[in-house]
């Protein structure tokens, strides 16, 4: 079981580039999850989705798009990167969004220059 | 969206208990009291939850106020490796689906 993988580890854009973050999880989870993190501060909810098929704005989706591709993998989109954007970006899977455990994955660092 | 509140950092030496507090006193019956923690350059790594009564597991104990509105994590014996930032998060129940992790509190466990 690998539990959640990110891809990729790392990624260095331009200003106005364009990215996918991918994420696929292995553990039969309903619900999965993108955060962002920056530095000294605490993860913050982007896009969720509860279920295949369903995706739903969290606490900071401006600049962002999700797909919910299958049950196993949620990519995020960055149409137009800004410095903004710089941070840690987490998946997380879980078996529903009711008060089950959350899996996250290793992260991946993205700074937009 | 029901919040939590945390100090900022807490100390504590080695082999010791450690007790982590989390207010959150507009908390509904339907929410779930979850701690997760954070190494550092990790994700987070779920920790335990519980919803009324108090609970055990291998990683620590979660103590649940009468009233809800307050728990508190308890380490057994900290060890250099459980240095991290810990959260505490209440995920609703049937309700609305937006998670709030805040800033959580930094352990610093000195040998």
């Known amino acids: 079981n690998a539990g959640v993988t990110q891809t990729p580890k790392f990624q260095v854009l331009k200003t106005g580039q364009s990215m996918t973050l991918q994420c696929a999880q292995d553990m039969n989870h309903n619900s999965m999850y993108w955060y962002r993190q920056d530095p000294g501060m605490g993860l913050r909810l982007i896009y969720y989705?509860?279920?295949?098929?369903?995706?739903d704005k969290g606490e900071v989706p401006n600049g962002y798009n999700v797909s919910r591709l299958n049950k196993r993998e949620f990519s995020l989109r960055l149409e137009s990167a800004a410095p903004s954007q710089t941070s840690v970006y987490f998946c997380a899977s879980s078996r529903t969004t009711y008060g089950y455990e959350q899996y996250f994955g290793p992260g991946t660092r993205l700074t937009v220059t | 969206d029901a919040k939590t509140t945390q100090p900022n950092s807490m100390e504590s030496n080695e082999e010791e208990p450690v007790h982590l507090p989390c207010n959150h006193s507009?908390?509904?019956?339907?929410?779930?009291i979850h701690w997760y923690r954070q190494l550092p350059s990790q994700g987070p790594e779920y920790v335990i939850h519980g919803l009324t009564s108090n609970v055990n597991n291998r990683m620590a104990s979660l103590a649940i106020a009468e009233d809800r509105k307050s728990s508190t994590l308890i380490l057994h014996r900290a060890t250099l490796r459980d240095a991290a930032v810990y959260y505490c998060?209440?995920?609703?129940?049937?309700?609305?689906?937006?998670?709030?992790f805040g800033k959580g509190t930094k352990l610093t466990v000195n040998p």
């Open positions: 507009t908390i509904s019956g339907t929410d779930y």
């Open positions: 998060i209440l995920i609703t129940q049937g309700g609305s689906e937006k998670l709030v």
């Open positions: 989705s509860a279920s295949e098929g369903t995706t």
